[in-house]
DNA sequence: CTATAACCGAGACGGTACGTCAGGTCTTCGC
DNA sequence: GCGAAGACCTGACGTACCGTCTCGGTTATAG
């Protein structure tokens, strides 16, 4: 019955300490440099690794990127519960603007453009990606809809992209600011509609 | 009889020629590689031409392609008039989607991915792809704010982002479909808004 | 019928001073180091020169130090006409034992142990080695038989490898002296044969 | 007196088996590849064993290569007893020729070319070669000596590499054949002398 | 009958060099 | 004098082995 301790039973363990300070040289390097810029050579002399340790574990730099970023930061959203679903949209999302324009969160555009040639990688992204955005926004809605606040008839995926959409839009277009008043005109926008109403002037 | 001159093979083609061949081979590789594997010295190769050539003209790889685009692609998007901007709006983002989703029109989001590296070339982008999306979309919302249909406090960025927005941010991400089903929900949603009203169910 | 002018027409011409700067550093690294841990990195280093740029003109290591060799150092090696073949033979052999022991000589045993695994190097070394090394000896030989000194039924490829087999031997092996002695030792032998003659003590 | 058992006195005892193993393995690689191109990885992993494990005992490849031939393969070599020293010459030679074209003996020029760069196992191939050739030779040169066959005044280690010089030269750089005739016109032009008598035509 | 200690397989590790590829610049010559 | 052809330097790629180093686990002998 000692199946617990016989799990990972030959050969040399993996080496944790190479293992963070692969990480970490990786996110140094991203501060200074765009992801193209960052080379594997680069971060495995940073690190004082060599280069196949980094193949060996992880399969491409984009993948060893959004490693280092999952794993050491921790995206910092707001998930606010102030008993309107309107007011909570616009606090999440101006946190997310906050953290997407901050010098850490820059690099989720560049992840996004990174995975637009690379389809393993893009599936990778995918799942951490929308689940945590999922389980954040989710809550939020489900309130709003059950306080009837929110039309009941909207898809929850639609929701996500008319209210994220024109923010990453913006951010990788950048034709546009991206910033708490761009954040409160949207929420605000999508939330009444374009629609002119009789009551309106 | 001036043609035997100018074919004689060995003769030295003319600038325009070495042009047009360059933009040619650059669009027929795209078709069947992304954008980042399409390399200048294919190109040259292709086009038979030298690499320097192509540096004289263009600035990067990104700059080539654009203007191959530009010059050979007449973007075919439907700019209808209705009568209502409603319908108006969702028959344009049909068709901008018919198109980007094309062979030809999915290189856009390579664009989008390659200029958040390329910072010059974004500029470039921007102008001409901004300045294009602007009329064919400024024409709808001006005749809807005027017949009364849309509300007339709202910027024209802003409309501009909560329609496209979406819809690039699945382009690109890929989480969600992208198809004229899609289309129509967007736009309903972005007109008629989040809020439920007291005559909703 | 102008062949002359128009051997290599395209292109940028090949740098003479790169490929001057590659042999030198060849020939300099081969000073200091045995011919296996010469590397291609080290010498386009020295040489200031790409990587490429000697892949581009040398198939291998082998080949390019080769080269060096052959364009750069001229085999001194005497070719002496005293009257007596004997001696001449004697004086030849001391002379390329002086060659082959020096500092730059001594790469010809790395070449041999160099190409027991390139086979096509192979090839290459010994058209190079047996033409010169010919042209030196037959004509000792050739007047030996002529003045009657040496037997003429003896094969020019044995004679060949009679004089200098042992030599080489020795030189690979390193179990006994290298040197003028045993050059005289040796061609006595081989002259005189090892039979004991009835007039012999 | 049973030093066997007491010298090392803790700890378990070298496997037999890995040893067993592992020279095996050595020799069925060299059987298909060249010394070069023999891994200690590889070696290692056909015989199921652990790199370290080879490192403890064998300090290079080329030791370890030595080692598994001179355990394994007993130079078959003749050292026949005719009557005539030429003719026991003759013999010899031709045997060692077999010998060393075959696919097993082959191994012996790369061993030649291998240290040229290795000198520690230069040393220990010498020790091993020149002392099992040293008795196999010399015997027949002393019985020739004794008959008065051979001139006295020969030193051992001349005859020695007078014999097996151009053999060995000519497996090494492959200019010439290496057979049952070339054995012989060595030995005859050894033994006759190059130099022409007056009792020949 | 333990305890010790060297052994072993597996394989991860920091390195070095490999041979290739594309980028962007330059040089020559033909038209 | 423009432009094709292509050689050049640079720098990163991903791979292959090197020789060293942990691991967990396995024998023998010493105590």
Redesign the interface.
Known sequence: MNDAKCCTCKGRPRSAQSEAAILDATLQLLEDK????VTIEAIAQKAGVGKATIYKWWPSKAALTLDAFLTRTQMQVAAPDTGSA?VDFTEQLKSLIRFYTSKTGRVF??F???F??DLEF?DMF?TC??TSRRNAVGVILSRGVER?????D??K???L??I???????L?????PVNDT?AE??IE????????RPD?V
Do not use: N, S, T
């Open positions: 765009l992801l193209r810029h309107k555009c560049q996004i453009a990174e637009q040639i893009a995918r990606f929308i009837g606040e929110i039309r009941c909207l898809d995926d639609l929701v992209d008319l994220y959409g024109p923010m990453v839009y913006r990788l277009v950048g034709h546009a761009a005109h949207m926008a999508i939330f009444e509609g374009m629609r002119k309106q």
